[in-house]
């Protein structure tokens, strides 16, 4: 079923979501799940620029939508603007890619507009810090989580799970931080405020795999 316009305006406001007043949307807009995503993007981008090296163009506007679930809404929502461009670069699951297929399938957006980290990372499951090496995005989880862990995590504390963030999600059903829950932003934040000393640990494989994905997605304006 293709979504029709003149169904776009109750969605839009139960959503609470003004198209022309947000600072998210712009005539290119890039669609992904969170903030944690923006933060990765932006961060990375600027330090392979930095480089000489390609970064995502600033034609983009990253516009999070806070999940994955309200991925095409915001499709069909922004689809619907005139002059508006959009694509989008998000996580994939098993139980997700029946919806991400039906972004193209159903005409919110066009296939190769369609983007998954597992594109570039070689799995068939992904989130964005699936494109990092595990050993650094245990860098990032231990230091901004050293006074809540238990102890330091390790590549061999995880289970062998397709995505990083389900396996230390599993390990710490059973050794439980000090307090509070796991969340996945507070790794990018961290990263984001330590770009500068964290992008040179990074290795050529991670930044290849991000500068693949900025090279696919600026082909797209």
Same mark, same amino acid.
């Given at each position: ?34 903030? &944690? ?7 990375? &981008? ?12 600033? @034609?983009?506007?990253?516009?999070? *939508?806070?999940? &994955?679930?309200?991925?095409? +809404? ?30 193209? =399938?159903? =005409? ?45 995590? +390790?590549?061999?504390?995880?289970? =062998?799970?397709?995505? *990083? ?6 390990? @710490? ?49």
């Amino acid at each position: 079923m293709t979504i029709r316009p003149q169904t776009l305006f109750p969605l839009q406001g139960a959503l609470g979501y003004d198209l022309s007043q947000t600072l998210f949307v712009g005539p290119n807009s890039l669609i992904v799940e969170g903030v &944690s995503d923006l933060l990765y993007l932006q961060s990375i &981008s600027a330090a392979l620029e930095a480089l000489d090296r390609g970064g995502l163009s600033d @034609l983009w506007t990253i516009t999070p *939508v806070g999940g &994955s679930d309200k991925v095409p +809404t915001f499709a069909a929502l922004l689809g619907s603007q005139k002059n508006l461009k959009i694509a989008t670069l998000i996580d994939i699951q098993q139980k997700d890619r029946q919806s991400i297929e039906n972004l193209y =399938k159903k =005409k919110l957006m066009e296939q190769k507009n369609v983007l998954t980290f597992a594109d570039f990372t070689g799995k068939k499951e992904a989130d964005i810090e699936d494109m990092f090496d595990i050993e650094f995005y245990l860098k990032l989880v231990n230091a901004e989580y050293k006074t809540g862990l238990q102890k330091p995590l +390790t590549v061999s504390d995880l289970l =062998k799970r397709e995505r *990083v963030l389900s396996s230390i999600e599993a390990h @710490l059903k059973d050794v439980p931080l000090k307090a509070g829950k796991f969340n996945h932003y507070r790794p990018a934040r961290y990263f984001a405020d330590h770009t500068q000393a964290l992008f040179k640990t990074l290795s050529p494989e991670v930044l290849d795999r991000f500068e693949q994905a900025f090279k696919k997605l600026n082909e797209i304006l």
